[in-house]
């Protein structure tokens, strides 16, 4: 009897076991079941969400005064040591900017981006022939002056000219409203943003819903090139004592841009 007993608890305790294993594996694949659909529903859900939102694009354009200008340029000086490179640059620069303040009464502001020293290389002839050897010491200077006043800027670039700086690298106009005209332009850039996207969702018989993303685009530019302004050194003219560069003066256009994502309901 003892036994039996005993081997029917054996018995039991292994169909036991192996409904435990059954019983696992059901739930790993109802989990499994669960986690796939789960997915599926987010994917499909994230396709609707899609379909539900609307994206537009706006600008919103406005001219400013110019007033004030940067003009930036390099002045370029060598020597056959390092001391005479650097004795040349100061000598040039120092004349240059007696210049400009004598011109506009020391009113431009001066900023120096650069002053870089480095050697000139050459390759050797004879026996030398194949290595660079160092012919002489060259100082690279880029300087920027900004003008209170943008009627000032052609007698700057004239100076500059008569000066012979190797290089005016741009100009860059400068306006004082500039910055709170384009935060204006951005309010309005984003009001018809949203006129254009209630006229496609009423078009497609939907309603606009809250905005769930704005993107601001990027503010322009417009700086005058180096190549415009080498083409037009050609064109200072000569009235009376004081040289005059043809420089155009008038307006600069702002714009703003924004995309904007909508929900529809």
């Known amino acids: 009897m003892e036994l039996r007993a ?16 059954r019983s696992g594996a059901w739930a790993a694949i109802v989990l499994l079941s669960a986690w796939l659909g789960s997915a599926g529903m987010d994917a499909a859900r994230g396709e609707m969400e899609s379909v539900r ?36 640059d100061e000598c040039r ?9 004598g011109e506009w009464g020391g009113k431009a502001a001066w900023k120096t981006s650069e002053i870089r020293l480095q050697p000139v290389m050459a390759e050797g002839k004879g026996k030398k022939e194949g290595k660079e050897r160092t012919i002489a010491y060259r100082v690279t200077r880029r300087e920027a002056i900004e003008l209170a006043e943008f009627s000032q800027l052609g007698g700057l670039l004239a100076v500059l000219f008569a000066a012979g700086v190797d290089e005016v690298s741009g100009v860059e106009w400068l306006s004082n409203r500039l910055e709170p005209l384009y935060r204006e332009l951005l309010g309005k850039a984003l009001e018809k943003a949203r006129g254009k996207a209630e006229l496609l969702a009423k078009a497609a018989g939907a309603q606009l819903g ?25 064109g200072v003219a000569q009235q009376g004592t004081a040289a005059v560069f043809p420089v155009s003066g008038g307006e600069m256009r702002i714009q703003a841009s924004v995309q904007v994502v909508f929900r529809l309901w």
């Open 210 to 234: 809250p905005v769930l993303n704005i993107q601001e685009g990027p503010e322009p530019a417009r700086p005058l090139s180096r190549l415009e302004l080498e083409g037009a050194a050609s």
């Open 53 to 88: 939102t609307i994206r537009v694009h706006a600008e919103a354009e406005a001219a400013v005064p110019i007033d004030r200008a940067v003009v930036r340029f390099a002045l370029i000086s060598e020597g056959k040591t390092p001391g005479e490179a650097q004795q040349r």
């Open 6 to 21: 005993g081997r029917w608890d054996a018995g039991r305790s292994a169909a036991i076991h192996m409904c435990n294993c």
């Open 93 to 101: 620069f120092g004349d240059i900017r007696k210049r400009v303040d």
